[in-house]
């Protein structure tokens, strides 16, 4: 079995990083900064970290077919075009509802683009812990970054058993997902908002975005908005 090697590739601080989603064509990892309000892409080859600011909280990226990258702004879907750092908006909801936001969005098999608003969530476990962001992998298995738990768990979501956990060297881990060349690689968010300087001090790298291999398993690529 494969020795899981957890590295910290992008110590960026984010206030709430989360939705990391594989680009292929760029061979770069897409991740936002809820209320930090960036748009984040940490490229493979350079190593580097390039980020868009924008004019409200950003809560999910996604792929978009025709090129670039569409965003969950506010309470707006809008484009991104990446060189040309610019955003346009393509549909707003909730306009009399200034204080509400949306609060995750993902693409499915048909290309649509689903987000909710902020919503009541519910623990996954005993422990201390929120059930954030998820992801699959090719044999149908669910993994799911535990906030304030500090790891992500693997999970069968037919029978709810637990089958491997790992720890990784922040508390407030907050979504995963599949990359790399094969989708060999996992990529793990984090935040920082809410730690005092003690707590910081003791984890430095919250808020970075982690690199997890030796899973021993591959996941599935992200599916682009058709629009």
């Known amino acids: 079995m494969s020795s899981v090697k957890i590295e910290c590739i992008a110590n960026e601080g984010s206030r709430i990083g989360e939705s990391p989603v594989w680009d292929e064509k760029e061979s770069a990892l897409l991740f936002v900064d809820i209320t930090g309000r960036k748009v984040c892409r940490w490229s493979s080859v350079t190593k580097q970290v390039q980020a868009i600011s924008v004019d409200a909280p950003v809560s999910s990226v996604a792929l978009r077919k025709s090129g670039d990258y569409v965003i969950t702004l506010g309470t707006r879907f809008a484009a991104l075009k990446w060189k ?3 955003v346009t ?7 009399d509802k200034p204080n509400n936001r949306f609060n995750d ?11 909710g608003n902020r919503r009541s969530i519910y623990r996954l476990e005993k422990e201390e812990s929120i059930p954030d962001g998820m992801c699959i992998d090719t044999e149908g298995k669910l993994w799911v970054a535990c906030y304030d738990g500090g790891r992500v768990i693997r999970l069968d979501p037919e029978t709810g058993k637990r089958l491997q956990t790992v720890k990784l060297p922040v508390d407030k881990t907050t979504s995963c997902c599949f990359g790399g ?7 793990v968010t984090s935040a920082r908002d809410g730690m005092d300087k003690e707590w910081l001090s003791r984890q430095p790298q919250a808020g970075g975005v982690f690199k997890i291999t030796g899973l021993g398993v591959k996941g ?8």
């Open 84 to 86: 040309e750092k610019l």
């Open 181 to 187: 060349k094969d989708y060999s690689e996992m990529y």
């Open 220 to 227: 599935v690529p992200p599916y682009p908005f058709a629009g």
């Open 89 to 95: 908006t393509i549909a707003h909801v909730d306009k």
């Open 105 to 115: 969005g993902k693409v499915d098999p048909a290309g649509r683009y689903f987000a």
